[in-house]
């Protein structure tokens, strides 16, 4: 018997998240082996008139694949799967792997191929920028390890966080959005972080529950070359099967110019991509009141409340700096009191401290008033 939760999941996946038409064409991608939620999604897309498309894969498999992959090889796997896209009105992303590592000893110049050509050409050229588009997890057993909880424990908490009222929150996103939009300077202070940019100009993004779930983030961008100072992340981020800890930047007129983690040569060869990948493509503020501490999945950990993420590489085309890289890194840094606290300031006023926004247009977006 199917969970009623996973059924009111589907349901706003379709209804909501991409709202889903008749006579739509929607491709849903499952990479991991728990079926039951993309079944319902495919009933639910036929209950619609719509017509379903399904891509199944495994991390295994990727991994067997990319170990001697060519580059001719991976572009015609990319070109192959960009023809589909091209046709898609909508894409949801499943992503259940039971084990996030499984990459993680596919040589660093295979994942390069991976990154540039396969993914940057299907989902950073076509599916982002052209589909109506939302990512989620799959919970399993992997995921409430990474979590630390039960498996039991782990449902309940995943349904608490993607079955949210959106629409509540998203309504209290409207004066954060307001405010991004007319701020110049942006400072950011942390334990071993003090950084300066400008978001003149930019435009801000409300996510709320369309593009991602869970969801619960207003994002933006810098002026490209406008970021200056330093930042240590405290949060660790698994990049291409590799999960790096301790990440701290340098900038200088919006580039990279120091990176050093706990492997500093692997993380410099990422920023070594392409020329916009020491570059900042995204900056935004975490807002979802369920998700209070990492989990070291970052669809979740984005969207801590209290937290921001300064995201390298790729800028996405709806709050645009013009930054390009096939690289679209989001990496978190938390700044409630549990992890050394901090403060947000926009135009030399404090906004937020310690997770908590202090100015009172922005209240309602405090936990207490989002559950």
Same mark, same amino acid.
């Given at each position: ?32 082996? &728990? ?40 572009? !015609?796997?990319?070109? %192959? ?78 349904? %608490? ?37 400008? !978001? ?67 993380? %410099? ?10 570059? !900042? ?61 901090? &403060? ?28």
């Amino acid at each position: 018997m199917t969970d009623e939760r996973l059924k009111l999941l589907a349901r706003n996946l379709i209804e909501y998240s991409v709202e889903l038409k008749e006579g739509e064409n929607i491709l849903i991608e499952l990479i991991g082996q &728990e079926i039951e939620l993309a079944k319902e999604l495919v009933k639910l897309s036929y209950s619609k008139g719509a017509k379903p498309f399904l891509w199944l894969k495994h991390p295994t498999l990727l991994r067997s694949l990319l170990l001697n992959a060519t580059e001719e090889q991976i572009e !015609i796997i990319a070109q %192959n799967e960009r023809d589909l896209m091209e046709k898609m009105d909508a894409y949801i992303g499943i992503r259940s792997s039971p084990n996030p590592f499984e990459l993680s000893d596919v040589p660093d110049e295979k994942m390069n191929l991976y990154q540039r050509i396969w993914f940057h050409k299907v989902h950073g050229e076509v599916r982002v920028p052209k589909t109506k588009w939302c990512i989620l997890r799959y919970p399993n057993y992997s995921m409430a390890q990474q979590a630390k909880m039960s498996l039991e424990e782990f449902e309940d908490f995943y349904f %608490n966080v993607c079955n949210l009222d959106y629409s509540k929150m998203s309504k209290a996103m409207d004066a954060l959005v307001e405010l991004m939009q007319n701020t110049d300077e942006v400072r950011i202070v942390a334990k071993d972080t003090d950084l300066r940019f400008s !978001i003149k100009g930019m435009k801000a993004v409300k996510c709320d529950g369309h593009m991602n779930i869970p969801d619960g983030e207003v994002y933006t961008a810098p002026v490209k070359d406008s970021v200056n100072g330093y930042i240590t992340y405290n949060t660790p981020s698994n990049y291409a099967g590799f999960k790096f800890e301790n990440i701290r930047f340098e900038f200088k007129d919006g580039k990279i110019v120091k990176a050093t983690a706990n492997n500093t040569e692997k993380l %410099n060869k990422i920023l070594d991509t392409d020329e916009g990948a020491r570059y !900042i493509g995204e900056f935004s503020i975490g807002l979802n009141p369920y998700i209070t501490k990492p989990m070291e999945d970052t669809l979740f950990d984005e969207k801590i409340a209290g937290s921001i993420h300064f995201t390298l590489g790729n800028a996405y085309e709806d709050a645009d700096n013009g930054n390009r890289s096939a690289v679209h890194w989001d990496i978190v840094l938390i700044q409630t009191p549990e992890y050394g606290g901090g &403060e947000i300031y926009f135009d030399g006023k404090l906004i937020r401290k310690d997770g908590r926004f202090v100015i009172k247009e922005l209240e309602g977006l405090n936990p207490e008033n989002l559950k």
